[in-house]
């Protein structure tokens, strides 16, 4: 298993613009969580989805959204790009949403010009 | 609110000499905690989690509700040690992880 995989590594965007994040997680896990790291920071929760269904939202405006599929991948859409979106955005995947332990995918890195 | 607090944004120790990365949290209820660890060029991982009471490549860490703590410890550190570690708590709600601002170990030979 290559545990969890996350899509593109790498992406330049300008202000204004909108981008879609992709998230695979480890084969089994029903949970997928969603975390923006900006530089020289932590990771800070986005989103949780367990089954589909949204479990638990952050600190973050509307223009930021997510989505589960049928086969437990995930989005993370990002709308009207700003400047501070800057940031890695790390993929969590979990068995369940609540006890189990979050193993994360590599991160995408966007950088908003 | 809940919040996690790592207070050194660095440490720098020497091979073999002991280690302590601090963690402070503020939370109403019983949370979980946990470290996790970067290496260079590679994926954030679990480290250890305090409920399981172990032992991980040398390190332990104690929770200690009096001083609302969870300090890493390691008495003697190796050069492969050298990573950055985040403290982070989980609430009794879900699997929301916060974490703290992390702190970045070098061990110099």
């Known amino acids: 298993d290559a545990g969890v995989t996350q899509s593109p590594t790498h992406l330049i965007k300008t202000r204004g613009q909108h981008v879609t994040l992709r998230c695979s997680p480890i084969?089994?896990?029903?949970?997928v969580s969603w975390y923006q790291q900006v530089l020289g920071q932590g990771p800070q929760f986005i989103f949780q989805y367990y089954e589909k269904e949204e479990r638990g939202r952050g600190n973050f405006p509307d223009r930021f959204s997510a989505r589960q599929f049928p086969n437990y991948s995930s989005e993370l859409n990002v709308n009207a790009l700003l400047l501070g979106d800057s940031a890695l955005y790390l993929c969590?995947?979990?068995?369940?949403?609540?006890?189990?332990?979050?193993?994360f995918g590599p991160g995408t890195r966007l950088t908003v010009l | 609110a809940q919040r996690v607090t790592q207070p050194e944004k660095l440490l720098s120790v020497f091979k073999g000499a002991p280690v302590e990365l601090k963690c402070n949290y503020s939370?109403?209820?019983?949370?979980?905690l946990f470290w996790y660890v970067q290496y260079s060029r590679q994926r954030l991982q679990l480290l250890l989690r305090h409920i399981s009471r172990e032992s991980i490549k040398g390190f332990t860490a104690d929770l200690n509700k009096g001083e609302t703590s969870f300090h890493l410890k390691k008495p003697f550190a190796q050069e492969e040690d050298s990573a950055m570690y985040y403290c982070?708590?989980?609430?009794?709600?879900?699997?929301?992880?916060?974490f703290g601002g992390g702190t970045r170990l070098m061990v110099k030979p």
């Open positions: 084969s089994g896990h029903k949970s």
């Open positions: 939370y109403s209820g019983s949370p979980e």
């Open positions: 982070a708590l989980r609430d009794n709600a879900g699997n929301m992880l916060t």
């Open positions: 969590a995947s979990s068995l369940d949403y609540r006890t189990d332990t979050q193993y």
